[in-house]
Structures are given as structure tokens and as C-alpha cells.
């Protein structure tokens, strides 16, 4: 008994030396790369006359925008662009997830409706969009269709929406009232107008990333078993209330993670609105590449900015998870 | 025996009112959504069918088929693009005669999948330029087709008659084919009948299955290694792993695309030397792309790996250590095999992401499948084509995704042999 107290393991046979060693090494491997990889760049950038900092950032831009929630001008400097894109991404994003969740709801309840015509257009929409390039899908719904929309002097009218090649207006709330917009000559008057290019961005992460969600809050219900409906009903609750007070609540624990990673990946495809032109963070950032040369800058300030959001959006939703998460004993 | 004991109740027996009731028209409500939804479904259809049918130029499509299909690849040398499609045939006819021969849904898929395949070259063997004739177009392509499925039963019959051998040589063969391919699109010499084909003349559906291919070949060990790391004991190597896969999955693809572009080449050093011979390193562009995709691939894959692993129970680890397996044993004679076996559907269809994903490379200006789209675009003689070039890429990325989604689906896994 007393021996085994005694005797200690050699260093070289103990497997807690191993690990330590193993973690040694692996850190030496890794700064040795780190600082080989790192050295290499920054010779590169200096043979190339490109020096590194941010002290770019307040000369003067010379580019214009677009599309601008904003104060900006050709004269406004590259931080102010930066600002623009920036705001312009946390729009298209926050936007796109609300009208995607609608969308994406009614979808997936049309798919789980016994009405035949009605889950076969839901379902015949999801194959479709599942199964093509968000990037394939974005051109071709802004060079194919948006660009081919009506004139404005024949704009589609969907109730008080306008629909036409120059833009999409909407009514909104302007000075505390609200305004409809009206075509008048070759502009819209009144109401908030969508550039070709923001419409176009919105409504195609909306249609594309709505087929995905459709799918989890599909899966989601399906998961719940019949028996809780029927339950529900057993004990007298309206469909309306078994849907609102049995089926969700069990629904949303199932439908939650996969719903965030569907939100993540809204806000992350929302950098291909390049693709069509619309002035989003990505994309304000690679002219200012081109202007500038200052890539490594860039590259890591808008990939720190995506994590960010990423990391807060994950936390968000973690914690609602944790509040509907189911109780047990 | 009394047959009318068979037939479920009067009122349960099927027909079509009864079906047109039940699954149109059980409330007024409901009768209204019907007739909104075909108003909604004949307001699609009938104006997207007339414009394909009467306005559409599809001319765009069949005069570039070669561009779609190889990009600028010379045409001299399409022949060893076409060796490529052939050896897929001749090895998934192997495979199939070993292991699906049995599941007839997987062999129609796949089977529909190389009839459209080959098509292809048939419809290639004719010049751009030249007018193309229904009856010339048809030929070739059934030569091609011929040929195929030749090759195809041919693995069969292999597969068939030398089991035992063709099951030893199948795994290599799979694991050759991917550099087998690389060498023959990309040539080794300077001259001959393996001429150097630079990688600025690949293009269309050729690069697009090319980047595909490395992403998933070069993916697929890296995040293995990465899950692996992320549940390993060692806490320094497993915060390296969490920090590697949640930062590549919190930004977006095309930020990683551009780093390998644009960074990836700062990266190396200025000159390399080994004693007499110096050399600048340089990477090329689509190699770039590559490596950019699969790294980002890679966390991805490490994720899904990780779910596999999680899901093997504690008593097969522990009776790996009580038999007393080494580390590396345990891992890939125990654990992998299982996890990876768990995890096929889900893997599966991440590569289908990550070959919808190759599409992001047009933004960095390679000339994929969507970037060649957009060339033929500015065509003057292609004006105005968006929606006929732009839905035929569509199609061809949706039949392709589409084909391994339904595949991975109805796949039936050969289980492990304790639950054979």
C-alpha cells in the first residue's frame, strides 16, 4: 500500500508530461508558422510601397454611393464610407430576417396544410430554391427581372405598393402621417423608395432564405406528434388555441437553432449584394481595396465586424433557446 | 377467401370526388384557398411557359454549349476531358455492381445523371461557330452515349464476375481518380499529348466540378483533424480548433474568398532556395480559389464530424482502451469508422453547399459556370439574354444538386459489420 504512495512515475512515462509537451509543441508549431507567414506579408507589403495602419481612413473617399441612409458625399471620407455600408448591411439584414421569418411562416404552414394545391406549390418552391446558388438566384432575379419590371409610367400597382424598373415605393410614415406614394411624371411621389438595387438585394434574400426557413419550421411541427393535437382538441382548446398554446411552444424548441443558423447565414449572403450592386458593407470595402491597396486592413476589420454580429446574433438566440427550453424535473 | 373483406369501408374507398373533397374542398375557406391557389399557380405558369416557349432566344445557350460546358478549354485537347467522364463511368459501374446493385432508385439517379452527362460531349464535338443541325447535334451524341454505357456495364460485369478483386482495387481507384483527372485537365509537359493547359483556359461546368471536387477531397481529412482537435483532452490544441471553426463560421464566404486571393499570395516568401535552385513562389489563381473554399469548407465539415463523434457511446471508447488499442487505433479502427458512417446524409449535403457555394468564385473572376454566364452575356449578339443564360445555369446547378440530394436520401449505408 505504502509503496505506490512512494514510488513516483518517471517523467518519461507520464502521460500528464506527454500532454503538456504535445501542447508545447503544438504552440511552437503554430507561432513559428504565425511569425514565418506574418514576416513574409509584411516584406511583401513593403516591397509593394503599401504601409499598414488605418491611418487611410480620413482622407477623402472621391467615390460615390448610391444608395445611402446617411450624410454622404464624393468629398465624405473612407470611414463615413465604411459608416454607409455598414448601416446599409445592418438594414438589409434586419429586414431581410423579419420579412424572411413571415414569409418563411407562411411557407412552411402552407406545406403542412392538407389542401393538396397548396403544399405542392410550397413544396415545388422549396426544391427550387434549395437547389440553386443564392449568387445564380440574386443576377438572375436583378438582371432578369428587376431590370425588366414595367416603366415608372406604367408601374405596377400591388395595393399602395409601386412596382417598377426604377424602384419599388412603398407608403410610409412621413412628419406623423402616412404617405402613399403616387407616380408623378418620371419620379414617385411621397411614400419611401427602394432602389432597383436595394429591392432587388431584399426580396431575394427574402425569397431564397424563406424556402430554407419554411423547411425548419415544417420539420419543426412534424416533429411534434399527432397525439398533442389531438389532445388539445380532446380537452376543448379551438385550433387556433391547440396551434398557440400546445403545438408552438413544443414547436419553437425544435425550430430555434436551426432558425439561427438561417439568420446567421441571411446576414453573411447579404455580402453578395455586390452582385448586384447594391452598397453594402462587403462591398464599399473592395472599392476602397481597390483605391487604397489596403486589403489586410480591410479584409480583417469587415471579417471582425461579420464574427461580431455572428457572436451577438449566436448569444441572442442562445438565450431565448435557454427561455422556451423545455423544464424537466 | 372472401375478397370483399379486403376493401377498406364504403365510405373510405378512394375516388376522385371523394380525393377532390378531402383534399381540396373540405370548407368554403378552404375551397377559396384552392381557387387562389391555382389562379396564383396559372399566373406563374402560363406566362413563364409561353415566354420559353415563343419569345425566349435559347440560341444563346445552344450556340455557347461549349463554353458552358469546358470554358475555353482548346479543343484539341477535349478528348482528355472526355477520358475523365469515361473513367467515372467505368468505376461507378464497379461501385455499383459491389454495393447498390440492389437499391434501383440510387441506380436511376445515377443512371440519369450520366445520361445527361453524356450528352454533353456529343452536343461539344461541334464548333460554336458552325450552324447547328438537330440531326448532327443527335449522332455524336449518341455514340458518346454508347460509349458510356459500354464503360459502365462493363464495371458492372467486372464487379459481377472478379468480386473479390474488384472490391481490392475499387477503393484506389477511387482515391486515384480525383489526380488522375487533375493531370489530365491540367497536362504535365510542355508539348506533346499531355500538353500544359493553363488554368486561365478552364472554365464553365469543368472548373465548377473541379473546385468541387478539391474542396470536398481537400475538406474532408482537415475538418475530420479539426473535430477530432476540438473534443481532444489537450487544451491549448482544442481552443485553437473552437477559435479556427467559429471564426470561419461567423463571416461570410466571400470575405475568405478575397483573403485567399488577395493575402494568401503576401503570405509566401519572396524567393525560396534549395542550394543551386531558386524559385519565386507563386500560387495560381484557381488554386487559390481551391484552397480558399476548402479552408472554409473545412469548419464546416469539422462540425458536422463533431456531431458524429458525439453520438458514439462512452462503451466504445472504453472498450477500445480495455482491449488495449493505442490512441490513433482507437480513433480510426473504432471511433471514425462509426462516426463517419452517422454523419454520410448530413455530409452529403454539405457538399452539395459547398457546390452551390463555387459559385461565389465568379466574384473573384475566375470563369465557372456563372462567370462564363456572364461572358456570353456581353456577346452583342446575346443582348438582353439574362433570363435565358442565367435559368439554364440555374438548371444545371439545380439537376446536379438535385440528383446527389435525392441519392443521399434513398442511400441505404452498408452498416457496420456488428449490425450486419
Redesign the interface.
Known amino acids: 500500500m505504502s509503496d505506490t504512495k512512494k514510488t513516483r512515475i518517471p517523467i518519461w512515462r507520464d502521460e500528464r508530461a506527454y500532454a503538456v509537451l504535445a501542447q508545447v509543441a503544438f504552440v511552437v508549431v503554430v507561432i513559428a508558422a504565425g511569425v514565418f507567414l506574418f514576416g513574409n506579408l509584411l516584406s511583401a507589403l513593403r516591397r509593394q510601397n503599401i504601409p499598414i495602419g488605418f491611418d487611410f481612413l480620413p482622407t477623402r473617399a472621391g467615390f460615390d454611393i448610391s444608395d445611402s441612409f446617411l450624410e454622404y458625399t464624393a468629398s465624405s471620407n473612407y470611414l463615413q464610407a465604411f459608416q454607409v455600408g455598414l448601416v446599409n448591411t445592418l438594414v438589409v439584414a434586419s429586414v431581410g430576417i423579419v420579412l424572411a421569418s413571415v414569409f418563411g411562416l407562411i411557407t412552411g404552414l402552407a406545406g403542412l396544410t392538407h389542401n393538396f394545391i397548396i403544399s405542392r406549390l410550397a413544396r415545388v418552391y422549396t426544391e427550387i430554391m434549395r437547389n440553386v446558388p443564392l449568387l445564380v438566384f440574386l443576377v438572375f432575379w436583378y438582371r432578369g427581372i428587376v431590370f425588366n419590371l414595367p416603366k415608372i409610367s406604367e408601374a405596377l400597382s400591388i395595393g399602395p405598393i409601386l412596382v417598377s424598373n426604377r424602384g419599388v415605393a412603398i407608403p410610409w410614415l412621413l412628419d406623423g402621417a402616412l404617405s402613399l406614394p403616387v407616380v408623378r411624371g418620371r419620379i414617385f411621389d411621397g411614400g419611401f423608395v427602394l432602389s432597383p438595387e436595394l429591392f432587388a438585394i431584399l426580396s431575394g434574400l427574402v425569397i431564397y432564405t424563406a424556402a430554407f426557413i419554411g423547411e425548419v419550421i415544417r420539420a419543426g411541427v412534424q416533429a411534434i406528434p399527432r397525439g398533442q393535437f389531438e389532445a388539445a382538441r380532446a380537452l376543448g382548446f379551438t385550433g387556433m388555441q391547440s396551434i398557440r398554446l400546445i403545438v408552438l411552444p413544443q414547436a419553437l424548441r425544435v425550430i430555434i437553432p436551426p432558425l439561427t443558423s438561417q439568420y446567421l447565414n441571411l446576414t453573411k449572403n447579404s455580402s453578395l449584394a455586390a452582385a448586384v450592386g447594391y452598397p453594402d458593407l462587403w462591398s464599399i470595402s473592395t472599392v476602397i481595396i481597390n483605391q487604397t491597396g489596403r486589403a489586410v486592413e480591410m479584409i480583417a476589420v469587415v471579417m471582425g465586424i461579420y464574427l461580431t454580429t455572428s457572436l451577438l446574433t449566436s448569444l441572442f438566440m442562445n438565450w431565448y433557446n435557454n427561455k422556451v427550453r423545455l423544464i424537466e424535473r | 377467401m372472401n375478397t370483399s373483406a379486403a376493401l377498406p369501408p364504403l365510405t373510405e374507398r378512394i375516388s376522385i370526388l371523394r380525393w377532390l373533397r ?3 374542398f ?1 370548407s368554403v375557406a ?1 375551397g377559396a ?2 381557387v387562389l ?2 389562379v ?2 396559372l399566373s406563374l405558369v402560363i406566362p413563364i411557359v409561353t415566354w420559353a416557349l415563343t419569345e425566349a432566344r435559347w440560341q444563346v445557350v445552344i450556340e455557347n454549349i461549349r463554353l458552358f460546358a469546358i470554358g475555353q478549354y482548346p479543343i484539341e485537347y477535349v478528348w482528355r476531358v472526355w477520358v475523365c467522364v469515361l473513367l467515372l463511368a467505368l468505376i461507378c459501374g464497379v461501385s455499383w455492381g459491389l454495393w447498390l446493385f440492389r437499391q434501383r432508385a440510387v441506380g436511376a439517379a445515377i443512371l440519369a445523371a450520366f445520361l445527361l452527362l453524356g450528352l454533353l460531349p456529343g452536343a461539344l464535338s461541334i464548333p460554336a461557330t458552325e450552324k447547328v443541325a438537330g440531326f448532327s447535334l443527335m449522332l455524336p451524341s449518341l455514340a458518346w452515349l454508347v460509349a458510356m454505357s459500354t464503360l459502365g456495364a462493363l464495371g458492372y460485369a467486372i464487379a459481377a464476375r472478379a468480386p473479390a478483386r474488384a472490391r481490392k482495387l475499387v477503393g484506389p481507384a477511387w482515391i486515384l481518380y480525383l489526380p488522375v483527372c487533375f493531370v489530365l485537365v491540367a497536362g504535365l509537359g510542355p508539348d506533346g499529348l499531355l500538353a500544359t493547359v493553363g488554368s486561365n483556359l478552364w472554365g464553365g461546368l469543368l472548373l465548377t466540378l473541379l473546385i468541387t471536387a478539391v474542396g470536398i477531397v481537400a475538406s474532408f481529412p482537415l475538418g475530420v483533424l479539426l473535430a477530432l482537435g476540438r473534443r481532444s ?5 482544442k481552443a ?1 480548433c473552437i477559435g479556427y471553426i ?2 470561419i ?7 475568405i474568398l ?2 485567399a486571393q ?2 494568401l ?6 524567393r525560396v532556395t534549395f542550394g543551386p535552385i531558386s524559385f519565386r513562389p507563386e500560387i495560381d489563381r484557381v488554386i487559390r480559389a481551391m484552397a480558399g473554399v476548402s479552408l472554409f469548407s473545412a469548419a464546416y465539415m469539422a462540425e458536422n464530424v463533431r456531431g458524429g463523434l458525439q453520438n458514439i457511446p462512452r462503451g466504445q471508447f472504453e472498450a477500445a482502451d480495455a482491449l488495449g488499442l493505442t490512441a490513433t487505433q482507437k480513433m480510426t479502427l473504432i471511433v471514425l469508422p462509426q462516426a463517419l458512417r452517422m454523419v454520410v446524409p448530413i455530409l452529403v449535403g454539405q457538399f ?1 453547399g459547398l457546390f ?2 463555387t ?2 468564385v ?2 473573384v473572376s475566375l470563369l465557372d459556370l ?1 462567370g462564363i454566364g ?1 461572358t456570353v452575356l456581353a456577346q452583342p449578339k446575346f443582348i438582353g439574354t ?2 435565358e443564360v ?2 439554364f ?2 438548371a444545371i ?2 439537376i446536379f ?2 440528383v446527389m ?1 435525392a441519392i443521399s436520401r434513398r442511400l441505404e449505408l452498408p452498416q457496420s459489420a456488428s449490425r450486419r
Do not use: C, H
Not at chain 2, 233 to 237: A, C, E, S
Open positions: 378531402q383534399n381540396l373540405r378552404d384557398v384552392t391557389g391555382i396564383l399557380l483532452k489537450l487544451p491549448v490544441v485553437f467559429e471564426l463560421r461567423g463571416v461570410p464566404l466571400i470575405t478575397f483573403m488577395l493575402i499570395p503576401l503570405f509566401l516568401p519572396d452539395i452551390k457555394d459559385s461565389l465568379t466574384i456563372l456572364n439574362q433570363r442565367y435559368l445555369v440555374a446547378y439545380w444538386s438535385y440530394g
